[in-house]
């Protein structure tokens, strides 16, 4: 069974701190995505990566894919209030589901 | 449709009756999953249809849970004898493609049993 954990689980900070989200596994995945989810909405969609080493930026978030394609993290600079939310990797071994990870909750404090 | 819509948004049903769960995913789209997310988790695959067709129910926690999606489009996801341990928000998500597309999901609905 292929398992996406993502660490921490829980992340409170201040409005304009940076912060980094891992999401971790033993599997190897072909792509792997990120989404946020707010309150009573599905995840949307950040980014997909695919290659091993691919990094890629969304204005003040980054995020890579590690090089053996078991591993991420998305790096957020400089935080704003409306960063709130959960964020969800999802890994894609080339089959036609994604598995999600188990999510990290951040709170953005103005 | 502009995107994929779920209703109801909320259901509150007791212990041992039927639901159904509507999902009209995004015209054109021939993937159709479903998922159920427990409160601050990450969604669970429950099950995925390429067309009409359940491609793969793997996810499906139980005999009482069943889905259909008759013309390819719209999608049911039906729970008989619900029981409190199903409550929880049903996530409907659609596709272009079968493999490494990208998902729209739906909002959800909120289930609970009583």
């Known amino acids: 069974t292929q398992l996406l954990e993502q660490s921490p689980q829980f992340l409170s900070i201040q409005e304009g701190e940076n912060l980094t989200v891992y999401c971790n596994s033993s599997?190897?995945?072909?792509?792997l995505q990120w989404y946020r989810q707010e309150p009573g909405e599905g995840p949307v969609l950040l980014v997909t990566?695919?290659?091993?080493?691919e990094v890629k930026k969304l204005k003040r978030l980054t995020f890579q894919f590690g090089d053996a394609r078991k591993d991420s993290s998305l790096h957020i600079t400089a935080a704003q209030p409306g960063d709130t939310g959960l964020y969800l990797c999802a890994g894609h071994s080339g089959t036609y589901k994604y598995i999600f990870g188990t999510g990290t909750r951040l709170k953005v404090l103005a | 449709g502009a995107g994929v819509s779920q209703t109801p948004s909320n259901k509150v049903t007791e212990k041992g009756k039927y639901v159904e769960l509507r999902c009209d995913p995004i015209?054109?789209?021939?993937?159709l999953y479903w998922y159920r997310q427990s409160l601050g988790q990450g969604p669970e695959f429950l099950i995925y249809f390429q067309g009409t067709g359940a491609a793969d129910d793997s996810g499906l926690p139980n005999d009482r849970f069943f889905a259909v999606r008759p013309e390819g489009s719209v999608s049911t996801l039906k729970i008989q004898r619900t029981e409190r341990g199903d409550s929880a928000v049903y996530l409907c998500?659609?596709?272009?493609?079968?493999?490494?597309?990208?998902?729209?999901f739906g909002s959800g609905t909120r289930l609970t049993v009583v």
């Open positions: 998500a659609s596709s272009l493609t079968r493999q490494g597309s990208s998902y729209t």
């Open positions: 015209s054109g789209h021939t993937a």
């Open positions: 599997s190897v995945f072909s792509s």
């Open positions: 990566v695919v290659t091993g080493g």
